[in-house]
């Protein structure tokens, strides 16, 4: 299923102690959140994006922080060339301490690689797969991680021959193999560029042909055989085949919505077309729907990265140069097709790929924050019916968050509560409490316990 890798040349060519409660044989607690919606139900992240600059130059190539509720600019994270950055393309948060972002080394006659950053600071940390290593990716775009293994698009050749999926070990950056299609299932030239992990399990690709602006096709692999197969295609040749979608041109970001299906980046063929993502169901290949980024005749504004965040919305980084709407990132609201500009004109120049924090590695879904997490009791005080306990929260995604004080009440006495049905959460033992997603810096919480228990003895 996986192969040795060609060897490459040297041609460039830029295509989270739970709450402890004094109280013997009492070690279950149920929980839930006042309804409160003054306050934002999520604990903060971020959005980073790669940041070519422009046409490539060395000097813009760097990552960003965007704030992921407001879209406001929270500075550079990685700077810019850090660890011989030149050209980022997909980026991907290994684990919280790690931040992976493919480097292309655009313009160059060497290898690219994929760089590690800390994950809280943007420090560089060792390279993952150096650019001396004979298997690393010589033209690299999209990135995913699955069971400490990643996956990178390599575009193709030094000596511009097809490309692969290159696969390496997420620790040591030690090389696995690759993946190829059979020309009998893809006759076509495979130049891949996006990967994502589908909810089925299995491997999607995009893939376009260095040879034929027009063609392009999304590709599925089945890791448990070894399998490929055509999802959807466009040959190129301008006739429409049986089964051919004539929309598809030259795909790059891919993603799978939360309705299932497959959203992907598409072109334009030429001056009477328009660029646009087109919705695709992933079990026939069949075109759903589309969304157009620009108008036939105006200014083109196409992205070639995009990711579902927050509340479900559809993030689109504006990636063409010279345009009204160059640099900024758009929020698609894929059910009306509609957007707003989520973040304006400044802080990014060229954007390219883009993670959050809570992006998933593998399947790129966005984890809502309805996380696991800690809570450690630092003081209490008060009655059963109503009692004062300080805490300090953290998660899974080691999110800071100060002590703070949160309100304890008796079940005897939330007769008059409004409760949230959706986060009552099922009895477990104190050592294993989960976190509602309605914990926040600063949000007071209401707590009891179902058989009546006071906590005026807690400590």
């Not at 290898?111 to 560089?124: D, I, M």
């Not at 006739?239 to 959203?263: T, W």
Request: with cysteine; glycine share 10%; proline share 8%.
């Amino acid at each position: 299923m996986w192969h040795s890798a060609r060897r490459r040349v040297s041609r460039r060519s830029n295509p989270r102690t739970a709450p402890v409660v004094k109280k013997p044989a009492r070690t279950r607690l149920a929980c839930q959140a006042l309804e409160d919606r003054s306050v934002p139900s999520a604990l903060p992240d971020s959005l980073y994006i790669g940041d070519a600059g422009i046409n490539g130059t060395s000097s813009d190539d760097l990552v960003r922080r965007i704030d992921a509720t407001t879209g406001a600019d929270r500075g550079i994270f990685v700077a810019a060339n850090s660890a011989g950055l030149n050209g980022p393309r997909g980026l991907i948060f290994a684990n919280p301490g790690v931040l992976l972002v493919v480097n292309q080394n655009v313009n160059e006659d060497f290898n690219g690689e994929v760089l590690r950053f800390n994950g809280q600071t943007g420090t560089p940390l060792n390279k993952l797969v150096p650019l001396q290593d004979p298997d690393a990716p010589f033209a690299p775009r999209g990135i995913v991680m699955r069971d400490n293994t990643i996956f990178v698009a390599d575009v193709l050749a030094a000596d511009g021959s097809p490309g692969r999926i290159a696969i390496y070990d997420a620790d040591s950056g030690k090389f696995k193999g690759e993946l190829v299609p059979s020309p009998t299932v893809f006759a076509e030239q495979f130049n891949p560029r996006g990967v994502v992990f589908g909810p089925d399990g299995n491997l999607y690709v995009s893939v376009f042909n260095t040879t034929n602006p027009v063609a392009g096709a999304v590709l599925r692999y089945v890791p448990a055989t070894g399998a490929w197969s055509v999802v959807a295609t466009n040959n190129g040749d301008g006739i429409a085949d049986p089964g051919e979608n004539q929309s598809l041109h030259r795909p790059e970001g891919i993603v799978f919505g939360p309705d299932g299906n497959i959203y992907v980046t598409s072109y334009r063929a030429d001056a009477t077309d328009n660029d646009k993502i087109l919705v695709l169901n992933p079990a026939t290949g069949a075109q759903i729907d589309e969304i157009d980024t620009d108008a036939v005749g105006g200014p083109r504004a196409y992205g070639q990265g995009l990711l579902f965040g927050p509340g479900g919305g559809l993030f689109v980084p504006i990636t063409t140069i010279g345009v009204p709407d160059s640099g900024t990132v758009r929020r698609y609201d894929v059910s009306t097709k509609t957007y707003d500009v989520f973040v304006d004109h400044g802080p990014l120049v060229q954007p390219w790929y883009l993670t959050f924090g809570r992006t998933d590695p593998a399947t790129l879904d966005y984890i809502e924050p309805a996380v696991h997490g800690s809570l450690s009791v630092t003081s209490a005080s008060g009655s059963s019916a109503a009692a004062s306990m300080g805490v300090s929260l953290s998660t899974d995604w080691n999110t800071p968050a100060p002590t703070d004080t949160y309100s304890i009440r008796d079940t005897n006495s939330s007769s008059a509560d409004t409760l949230l049905p959706a986060n009552d959460l099922a009895s477990t033992s104190i050592g294993n409490l989960p976190v509602s997603p309605e914990i926040v810096e600063n949000v007071p919480l209401t707590w009891w316990t179902p058989d009546g228990l006071g906590l005026d003895n807690a400590s």
